[in-house]
């Protein structure tokens, strides 16, 4: 206890923070969902601020361009799972922790376990799809979550609380494929994903301590432009999720598809919204995710392995944001790829 006072004390004195709001943390629990560079800045800083029990889920391993912004590993950690790489780190931060690190992909499969008796759920994705997943699952069991991301200089974080408004009252749909850029396409800075991270934290971390909801509000920064907004947000009655009750993304109604094509060694995925862009727009888009020539109707090439995990992956997009991936015929794989250089 006196310990815990000691290497708290400095929060203590924040309002919001003082009395029982600590033993509160301590009490609390948060998911914290994907453990890339945003996951380890938000599970960093909620084990240091106290928060008593971190469940943490990750499906990759840590590579070495991880290690410019993702702050919980090391060049030791190099091929080691993110999710347990971030255990060891957290655990010496405050060996009186409870971390729980699982080595997995949050799908629809999965998802409910995941969140099944947390207080507090954080956005740690890097693509847009798993995040209206959680969307669902969380304003169905009427729990809040953090949406939380960052691209280039773009940072956006918003609490998500039970009753909405929720992420598609501020985005009904999910973008066409290839409308957003990817941490692998278009790059981003350690000190975005800080502001992000800070800002999912910030928001959430009251919440923990027994705070009551403040308005809801989306921040968005342009850290480039030194630009701070925070938009008002609130609830759209015509909304399908937290309106209507319809969970499409849990349910299996909306989101990608992956099929593996028989006898080739390859895996189809069928993107949730059609794609906008031409052949030139997706040869612009995939410049930096290896070696690409544009064909009729569709762009193709190989990726760089630093982008598949040293795997030796072609791909083929088609101008309506289809894709096969070649040289696998595991949907895992080809679609944690999609992800990362198509985005979605
Ligand atoms: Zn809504």
Known sequence: MAEHADRHARQRLVAGFTGPAQERLRASSALVAGCGALGCLIADQLVRAGVGRVVIVDRDVVEPSNLQRQCLFTTADVGVPKAIAARARLEAVDPSARIEAWVDSIDRESIEDYVDGIDLVFDGFDAM?????LNDVCVRDGRPWVYCAAIATQARAMLVRPGGPCLRCVWPDAPPAGALGTCDTAGVLGSTVAIAAGASV?????????????TPTLVSVDAAAGSWRTIAVAKDPACPCCGAGRFEWLDGDAGSGAAVLCGRNAVQIRPAVESVLDESGWLARLAH?????????????????????????DLTVFIDGRAVVHGTSDPAIAAAVCARVLGG
Not at 129 to 133: A, I, S, T
Not at 204 to 212: N, Q, V
């Open 202 to 214: 910030a928001l959430g971390l009251p919440i923990l301590a027994g705070a009551e909801p403040s």
């Open 129 to 133: 799809e798993p995040r209206y997943l």
């Open 289 to 313: 995710a290896g070696s690409f020539t544009v064909g009729q109707g569709l762009v193709r090439g190989s990726i760089d392995p630093s982008l598949s995990s040293g795997l030796a992956l």
